[in-house]
């Protein structure tokens, strides 16, 4: 238990510096385009935002263009 409270802290550190780190990339107006790859399903590659992208883009403080 010690050990997953441990990671779960460290997850948690890593997010908050990404967010950060990011927050600082766009406040020196970097290019804010951001591409998701995965996996190439039968229906092919799709631009298209999932509930997932966007939920991800909310987490970082990102409202996403669609």
Avoid: Y
């Amino acid at each position: 238990m010690k050990k997953l409270l441990q990671a779960i802290e460290a997850s948690l550190t890593a997010t908050e510096a990404a967010r950060e780190a990011l927050q600082e990339i766009l406040r020196r107006g970097a290019d804010t385009g951001i591409f998701f790859a995965g996996v190439r399903g039968r229906g092919g590659m799709s631009s298209d935002l999932t509930r997932e992208d966007r939920e991800f883009l909310r987490a970082l403080s990102i409202r996403p263009d669609r």
